[in-house]
């Protein structure tokens, strides 16, 4: 019984109880108010009636003495509305003078209030005062007074009807009833005027009342709210502590206890409702803010700490993010497993963990191979250095069965302080600095700095102009560089080269807008349209029986493996009604890094199979293997212009330049060799038994227009090598 009794006394429900007691001391202040208006709509009933009185007990006063001079007109309710004069004598002519104060006293003693009659003025449009009660402290008459037009009273006497309300009386209000005068012919003759008191005499027991009540109900209500209030904060006060718990816990806090577990109520119920939240939320906090694979945080995990950073402001200061990339681990994927790239990953997430323990930092796996460190107190001079010692801990090879993967990383970092106002910039800086430490090639690292930034806002206008121009196509064209056959005085072929003409007139090089479309994902329809417009050019010439042997068109890795762009070939040489043997596609070494030896057979056997060519573009300074060579993937080898240059003065880059060649042939390749600048260079590589030269030395690239001039500049080029190697033989 006492245990019930115990945990009635404490439940929620009783302390509730006491606080409407609190409640019901408000409701009789409630109900005080309600009376005080009752007090007062009886107050103003009473001086209403009492006005009516005064002003039917007036108009019959006034009726009776001057009977044969006027008569009053009354409305249903029997109160005068007008005065009516009769005859046409003006109203001061109906009376002496001190025969109108004695009918105004009488009015005023039968009223108990004052009275007063005016005189309408039809120059000054305004009722002048000449008979009152009023009289001042020493007797004497009052000064003159006349009803104008700023008085209350005014528009509604002037229509003319009675009014009733206060009217101003030497600096205070009076309650009375103003009855207008008309003459014979309706017009304003004047008024009469009586009250019945001072309108605040009148309201001033309202008025006492009302401080009373309202004075004991503040009384009653402070009272309330006093007592209310310190039980309601000594009930309530664990209320606010489980919410700052809560949002603690929200805010991802972790090991938080929850407190008043221990009461007997329904604060206790809820507080160990609230625990088991905290237990779940830290179940999901390790669901949600952590990489399964690597333990380290993931992306999500990142970000919010990378906001909680921001929200400290301090923090700011000396922080730096890190953007860390695994190069080539597509090629890892592909070539060893996923298993073995898992373990890379993992053995990634351990070095990374590994700095941890030494420095204050915060690390996550933001992508497929891609890690981001946020780093604390970190001064400028000491980046190079962390960044040396994280490098140099991924250099170290990872044994797997039988053999060792060695990794490389690039990486992008950007100091918040300096150039980062908000997180969304930070980790758009960072990137741009890995992007830049990727264009430097493997295993480089680079600093965010202002001119990154116009970099990327260059970028981003050339992105934004490129995609606008894509939609007409008419500042793009096609120019095209003549290859030199270096066994024969002809032509060997042509390839095409996309040129993106400016408003000014300018042209921006494919060089600096090609990645940027690889990079948006406007390749594919770049790359398909270069295709078309070549394709074009190609029938105008066979129409016009221009013979060109072959051309080339260079196909981007990304545009490569749309899913449609196989048939998408076919369809544009088909409907151009082009023989697709005159059409060779070049693909830079690239395409080895990202994508899978079968991925690149079926893609290219189905090019090849309706007789398209392919090369492998940029030969020997990518990616590939001299082993893909012997696999008869490529139908033509375009060896890079850097084994051209200064060979004459480099006998072992000549020598491998000769052994390329010689291999390629050896597999019945078609050897095309670029850079070809001097006549020397052309001779010696003509010597090298190569297919077809390609360079400044015999054409720069041109718009169609002017291939048949460039094809003869060509041959007359070509002649007059061969010519002077014979000459220089003999």
């Not at 008191?197 to 009373?212: A, M």
Request: one cysteine or more; a negative charge.
């Amino acid at each position: 019984m006492n245990d019930k009794l115990t945990k009635h006394f404490q439940s929620l429900s009783f302390r509730a109880s006491v606080l409407l007691i609190s409640f019901v001391a408000i409701g009789i202040t409630l109900m005080a108010a309600l009376s005080y208006e009752n007090l007062k709509a009886y107050t103003t009933n009473n001086a209403q009636m009492r006005i009516e009185r005064a002003s039917q007990s007036a108009a019959a006063i006034l009726e009776a003495r001057l009977s044969n001079d006027l008569v009053s007109e009354y409305n249903d309710m029997g109160l005068p509305t007008v005065i009516r004069l009769k005859g046409d004598r003006p109203l001061l002519s109906r009376a002496a003078p001190n025969a109108y104060d004695n009918l105004i006293s009488e009015i005023s003693r039968a009223t108990g209030g004052a009275s007063n009659l005016f005189v309408w003025d039809n120059e000054s449009l305004e009722f002048d005062r000449f008979a009152t009660t009023f009289r001042r402290p020493d007797g004497s008459m009052p000064p003159a007074f006349s009803i104008r037009r700023d008085h209350p009273a005014y528009d509604t006497i002037t229509k003319p009807q009675a009014f009733t309300g206060d009217v101003p009386v030497m600096g205070r209000m009076r309650y009375a009833y103003l009855t207008p005068i008309l003459s014979s012919d309706d017009n304003l003759a004047g008024l009469l005027a009586i009250d019945v008191g001072w309108s605040d005499d009148l309201t001033s027991v309202q008025e006492l009342l009302k401080q009373r009540i309202f004075g004991f109900g503040f009384a009653i209500l402070a009272i309330t709210v006093l007592v209310g209030g310190l039980l309601h904060s000594a009930m309530l006060a664990p209320i606010p502590l489980l919410a700052r718990t809560a949002h603690r816990i929200a805010t991802g806090e972790q090991g938080l206890v929850v407190p008043c577990l221990h009461r007997q109520d329904e604060i206790a119920d809820l507080a160990k409702g609230l625990n088991q939240v905290n237990k779940l939320y830290n179940k999901l906090e390790n669901l949600a803010y952590s990489d399964p694979l690597t333990g380290l945080g993931n992306r999500a995990h990142f970000r919010r700490e990378l906001q909680l950073i921001y929200m400290r402001e301090t923090s700011i200061k000396n922080s730096v993010v890190i953007l860390l990339r695994i190069n080539h681990f597509q090629a890892i994927s592909e070539g060893f497993g996923a298993g073995i790239s898992d373990r890379v990953l993992i053995e990634a997430g351990k070095r990374i963990e590994s700095i941890s323990d030494e420095r204050d930092l915060i690390s996550a796996r933001t992508e497929r191979n891609e890690f981001a460190i946020i780093l604390h107190d970190c001064m400028p001079v000491e980046i190079d250095a962390f960044v040396h010692d994280l490098r140099k801990r991924f250099h170290e090879p990872i044994p797997i069965e039988r053999s060792t993967i060695e990794l490389t990383v690039n990486i992008g970092i950007a100091s918040l302080a300096e150039s980062a106002p908000t997180p969304d910039e930070a980790e758009r800086i960072a990137r741009l600095a890995l992007r830049a430490a990727d264009a430097k090639g493997t295993d480089n690292f680079e600093i965010y700095n202002p001119m990154l930034g116009a970099r990327a806002k260059r970028d981003n206008d050339i992105f934004l102009s490129l995609r606008q121009d894509l939609t007409n196509k008419e500042n793009l064209c096609v120019y095209f560089q003549v290859q030199a056959s270096a066994k024969t005085s002809e032509v060997f072929g042509l390839e095409a080269l996309v040129r993106w003409r400016q408003h000014d007139g300018s042209m921006i090089m494919p060089g600096e807008f090609i990645q940027i479309a690889e990079h948006n994902g406007l390749i594919a329809e770049l790359g398909l349209w270069i295709i078309d417009e070549t394709c074009r050019i190609i029938r105008q010439w066979i129409d016009t029986e221009i013979l060109v042997p072959k051309v080339s068109i260079n196909v981007s890795p990304a545009q490569l493996w749309q899913p449609d762009f196989v048939e998408s070939v076919r369809k544009t040489i088909e409907s151009h009604h082009i023989p697709p043997q005159m059409i060779c596609l070049e693909i830079t070494e690239e395409l080895f890094v990202n994508f899978s030896e079968n991925k690149i057979r079926s893609v290219f056997e189905q090019l090849q199979s309706f007789g398209v060519k392919i090369a492998i573009d940029d030969f020997g300074i990518g990616y590939s293997s001299l082993g893909y060579l012997h696999q008869r993937l490529f139908d033509q080898v375009k060896i890079d212009r850097s084994f051209v240059g200064d060979f004459l003065s480099d006998p072992r880059k000549q020598l491998l330049l000769e052994s390329i060649i010689t291999l390629a042939s050896a597999l019945k390749l078609e050897v095309v060799v670029e850079g070809a600048e001097t006549e020397s260079e052309t001779r010696i590589l003509m010597q090298l038994d190569c297919d077809a030269i390609q360079g400044y030395f015999f054409a720069r690239p041109c718009p169609s227009h002017q291939v048949v001039q460039e094809m003869e500049n060509v041959r007359q080029a070509l002649s007059k090598v061969q010519t002077n190697g014979t000459t220089s033989k003999n």
